[in-house]
């Protein structure tokens, strides 16, 4: 996920520096579900992706990225 999103949480565009960014005892990004679990969403590698773990938290939550206020940022990201 790291290499396929060069480096840069999709939803942010903050740089993610390096593996201990999102594995280890304090991760500034999770590993989340593009499509949340509770909307059907599966744990396949094509619905993950890192995110600023407080963006995943606190604005994303359970909605898909159509429902973000930053939609088009998120597209041009990608």
Known sequence: LWEEQNHH???TGEQIDNITDFIGSNPKF???????????????Q???TLCDNRFNREIKKAKLPTELANHEEILARI
Not at 33 to 43: E, F, K, L, N
């Open 46 to 48: 094509m619905n993950l």
């Open 9 to 11: 949480c999709l939803y």
């Open 30 to 44: 999770d590993i989340e579900h593009t499509i949340p679990q509770s909307v059907g969403g599966d744990s396949t």
